[in-house]
């Protein structure tokens, strides 16, 4: 299994406050993902890093920001809470960017109510 | 209309029931995958293909370039393989970003 974790694994916050998740590699991949999950939905990416402080927007990116300081560690912050961001959220990490498999994190369940 | 299209949308099979999923995609794409997440687990990784057919013990994926369709097959079917199975689409280009169908739950009864 690639080592791929994320933290926490399960947050309930309250709207309006702000969120970080973590996810944390030791595959030393180039490419880093945040997707989250919803029901009716597929994965939809929010935002994408292709290297140390390489990063850019992905289809639904709208009240989120990311950083990547360290090859191992990609954070995605959710800087005012909403319900709509209620959902489930995947980190994928990748090799290359030519065709290559993406490894995804456990998931982090997030509930703001 | 999605760029991704899967059917069915939900599958029962009886177990040993031979079982097939399908795929149908709009765009150019570098390569399709097809992934499996377990009810409240983690997505895994099946197989990547960019033409021809993939087989891993008894699941086997095919791709048609020219008619934009793969398929996923799933011979023997157990109960084990009860999961949600998803598709994606990789457009190539310089990020390897994939554009994801809404999966088939396919439910395997003893």
């Known amino acids: 299994d690639a080592g791929i974790t994320q933290s926490p694994r399960h947050k309930v916050t309250e709207t309006g406050t702000p969120v970080t998740l973590r996810c944390h590699q030791t595959?030393?991949?180039?490419?880093m993902y945040w997707y989250r999950q919803d029901p009716g939905h597929g994965l939809r990416l929010i935002h994408y890093?292709?290297?140390?402080?390489?990063?850019d927007k992905g289809e639904v990116s709208d009240g989120y920001s990311v950083s990547r300081s360290k090859t191992e560690d990609f954070l995605l912050t959710l800087e005012s809470a909403t319900s709509s961001q209620t959902s489930v959220y995947f980190c994928?990490?990748?090799?290359?960017?030519?065709?290559?498999?993406?490894?995804f994190g456990p998931g982090t369940r997030l509930t703001v109510t | 209309k999605n760029e991704v299209e899967q059917s069915p949308q939900n599958l029962t099979a009886q177990e040993g029931e031979f079982i097939t999923i399908n795929c149908s995609y709009s765009?150019?794409?570098?390569?399709l995958h097809w992934l499996q997440q377990h009810p409240g687990g983690g997505i895994v990784s099946l197989f990547m293909?960019?033409?021809g057919k993939k087989k891993h013990g008894r699941l086997i994926a095919t791709i048609n370039i020219q008619e934009k369709h793969s398929s996923l097959h799933i011979t023997a079917s157990h109960p084990r393989d009860s999961a949600v199975y998803i598709c994606?689409?990789?457009?190539?280009?310089?990020?390897?970003?994939?554009?994801f169908g809404t999966g088939t739950l396919l439910a395997v009864q003893p």
């Open positions: 890093s292709y290297g140390v402080k390489d990063t």
């Open positions: 994928a990490i990748s090799l290359t960017n030519g065709p290559y498999e993406q490894y």
């Open positions: 765009v150019g794409i570098s390569a």
């Open positions: 994606a689409v990789g457009k190539g280009g310089a990020t390897n970003k994939l554009i």
């Open positions: 293909l960019s033409s």
């Open positions: 595959e030393n991949h180039r490419y």
